[in-house]
């Protein structure tokens, strides 16, 4: 059969919706198999379930959504053509389908490289990113239901910060942890989907993204890595890209991106050029749990504690600011005295920045519970305390050597008791904050010059005056924005 016959003429014809000019109508020519015609079919019902119409013609339309084919030659070249005259005819122009997955000779989006006048471009099967170029370049009509919510939706945090969560699930079974049984293996987000969510919180003032799931860093690996869209450029689903993707969109509006639960799989390595050039903040939060090799095991955790000191080095001089924190677990079953110790030493040598630990309580359903040498619960308690006695003198030490430096902090409350604000190196509610106190600061200010406003959600730069086991104290600098 001639390659030109598997493209199905009664698919390939450009399908022009009809209605009259008015605003919320969209325009929509579909290319292309029957696969893309089921593509078409779902973007045009999300589009008549939020209220748009579809327009009869180019002129009557106020964009218009072009579904391409790039199985053939002839087919890439009817598609870049269909693009072409909508542009010329309406000028306002969306492209999804196989033929937006096609990079050209430069690398880039084939479609970008011949007209790069379009607004977006998408892969093929992308509804929601498709959806959400519709919404940035043609507001969602007014539904009087629904649009009582903000962009991002109904958030419990402060409006300056939010969490992203990136998968579901878990593939370890940790023999303290029941999550999986709860949650389920790992399923990672689509990659498109997950950025685009990023953007609209950023468009909405979140300054400050912090990215959760059960393990950050096994991204991907239950779709092997596989290839997703961004705004029609592929890109591999994994941490590093998504990463990559987040952090480009976070400068873009002068945010932060923050990670948590990041196992410390070798290729998180691979971060810290991306923290080296600014594009998310440089802090980990790595669950190490503890450090002995042996106890390890018991837990069947997924990284051996070999080589983590090793590697916490290597980041360091990679990233000589880098904030890591960690949680442990102190009097696991079958803990000796020796690997008790072998915790402690590793903690003086690591020199975390923060650092949580609980003595271990038996779960309901954990295997754990079935391991002998399960120890006393005063045992428990008193190595979590000497565990948080050690780390304690560690933080302080870590926290006093930014005495006298100038720290970029984000303000996260003025009230009565000052102005709260947190550096790069605290998250919210698990670290420290930075306290700017107008007291303090206006010993080192001109005389008679009023402390600057604050609110919520700003950015300012202050010099670090003093330090205890937890937080900072600050005062503004005479050039506090950045």
């Known amino acids: 059969m001639p390659a030109r016959e598997v493209r199905r003429p009664a698919f390939?014809?450009?399908?022009?919706?009809?209605?009259?000019?008015?605003?919320?109508r969209v325009g929509f020519v579909s290319l292309g198999c029957p696969k893309a015609l089921v593509d078409s079919e779902r973007i045009l019902t999300q589009l008549r379930a939020e209220g748009y119409q579809v327009a009869p013609s180019y002129e009557g339309a106020d964009l218009v959504i072009v579904n391409t084919c790039g199985f053939i030659d002839a087919a890439v070249q009817e598609s870049l053509d269909a693009i072409g005259e909508a542009l010329s005819e309406n000028g306002k122009v969306i492209v999804t389908g196989c033929l937006g997955a096609k990079a050209g000779?430069?690398?880039?989006?084939?479609?970008?490289e011949v007209h790069p006048s379009v607004l977006a471009v998408t892969g093929p099967h992308a509804l929601e990113e498709v959806m959400g170029h519709v919404h940035t370049h043609l507001p969602k009509p007014h539904d009087p239901l629904t649009d009582l919510l903000p962009p991002g939706g109904i958030k419990l945090t402060p409006r300056h910060y939010a969490y992203l969560k990136i998968s579901e699930g878990?593939?370890?079974r940790c023999s303290f942890c029941i999550i999986p049984s709860m949650r389920g293996d790992l399923v990672s987000r689509p990659i498109g989907e997950v950025?685009?969510?990023?953007q609209g919180l950023f468009r909405a003032g979140v300054k400050e993204l912090l990215v959760v799931s059960q393990d950050t860093?096994?991204?991907?690996?239950?779709?092997?890595?596989?290839?997703?869209?961004?705004?029609g450029r592929p890109v591999r689903t994994r941490m590093t890209e998504l990463?990559?993707?987040l952090g480009q969109a976070a400068r873009e509006h002068g945010a932060w991106v923050r990670l948590h639960y990041v196992y410390p799989y070798p290729h998180v390595d691979e971060l810290m050029p991306l923290m080296a050039e600014g594009l998310i903040l440089p802090y980990l939060d790595v669950p190490l749990q503890h450090s002995h090799p042996d106890v390890l095991r018991r837990m069947k955790r997924p990284a051996s504690g070999e080589r983590n000191l090793e590697r916490i080095q290597a980041w360091r001089s990679q990233v000589p600011d880098l904030t890591l924190r960690s949680t442990f677990i102190a009097g696991f079953p079958g803990e000796t005295e020796a690997e008790f110790e072998h915790l402690l030493q590793f903690l003086r040598e690591a020199e975390l920045d923060r650092v949580g630990c609980f003595a271990y309580s038996p779960v309901e359903g954990a295997s754990a519970n079935a391991l002998e040498g399960a120890l006393p619960?005063?045992?428990?308690?008193?190595?979590q305390a000497e565990v948080m006695q050690v780390q304690q003198a560690i933080s302080r030490a870590r926290l006093e050597r930014k005495l006298g430096t100038v720290q970029r902090v984000l303000i996260d409350s003025v009230g009565p008791e000052g102005v709260i604000a947190r550096s790069s190196a605290d998250a919210p509610e698990i670290d420290g904050v930075v306290r700017i106190e107008p007291a303090h600061a206006s010993d080192h200010r001109s005389e008679g010059q009023a402390m600057p406003a604050f609110r919520p959600g700003q950015f300012v730069r202050v010099r670090i005056t003093?330090?205890?086991?937890?937080?900072?104290?600050?005062f503004p600098c005479e050039d506090i924005h950045d």
């Open 105 to 112: 000779e430069q690398g880039d989006s084939l479609v970008r």
């Open 217 to 231: 860093s096994a991204y991907g690996v239950d779709v092997k890595y596989r290839t997703g869209f961004v705004e």
């Open 466 to 474: 003093g330090a205890d086991d937890h937080d900072l104290t600050a």
């Open 195 to 198: 950025v685009r969510e990023a």
């Open 377 to 383: 619960e005063a045992v428990r308690e008193a190595r």
């Open 243 to 245: 990463c990559r993707e």
């Open 12 to 24: 390939a014809a450009r399908r022009k919706q009809v209605a009259a000019a008015q605003p919320g």
């Open 170 to 172: 878990c593939n370890h």
